[in-house]
């Protein structure tokens, strides 16, 4: 069975940081482009980050670029979300996928498989 479960989330103050991990089980991560997701309160779906499947390309909206970083580590089977310098436009719930390719900006019309997602809190 596919399944991807997210961890880390939680509450952060203005300027924090937080790191996101997803494993997957079920399949391979190596053989698919994979990256992250996240829903604002009352907003829409936007892509935040992907890596391709050599890892080698990465791609993120301005609006995290330089703050946010996707990395993998096949081995474990595992993908990860650091964030950095966390603002009040950050909050929301926060989903690893699978994508069927890495765009720029990161599309959710890419979306093969994702996870339930870990909320994250920005507050003073």
């Known amino acids: 069975q596919v399944q991807l479960v997210e961890s880390g989330g939680g509450f952060v103050r203005p300027g924090g940081s937080l790191r996101l991990s997803c494993v997957a089980s079920?399949?391979?991560?190596?053989?698919?482009?994979i990256g992250w997701f996240r829903q604002p309160p009352g907003k829409e779906l936007e892509g935040v980050a992907c890596a391709s499947i050599s890892g080698d390309s990465t791609h993120y909206p301005d609006s995290v670029k330089n703050r946010f970083i996707v990395s993998r580590d096949n081995a474990k089977n595992m993908m990860y979300l650091q964030m950095n310098s966390l603002d009040s436009e950050n909050p929301g719930v926060y989903y690893c996928?699978?994508?069927?390719?890495?765009?720029?900006?990161?599309?959710?019309?890419?979306?093969?498989?994702w996870g339930k997602g870990a909320t994250v809190i920005v507050s003073s």
């Open positions: 079920g399949f391979h991560i190596d053989r698919h482009h």
């Open positions: 996928a699978t994508f069927r390719q890495c765009a720029s900006p990161p599309s959710n019309n890419d979306m093969e498989y």
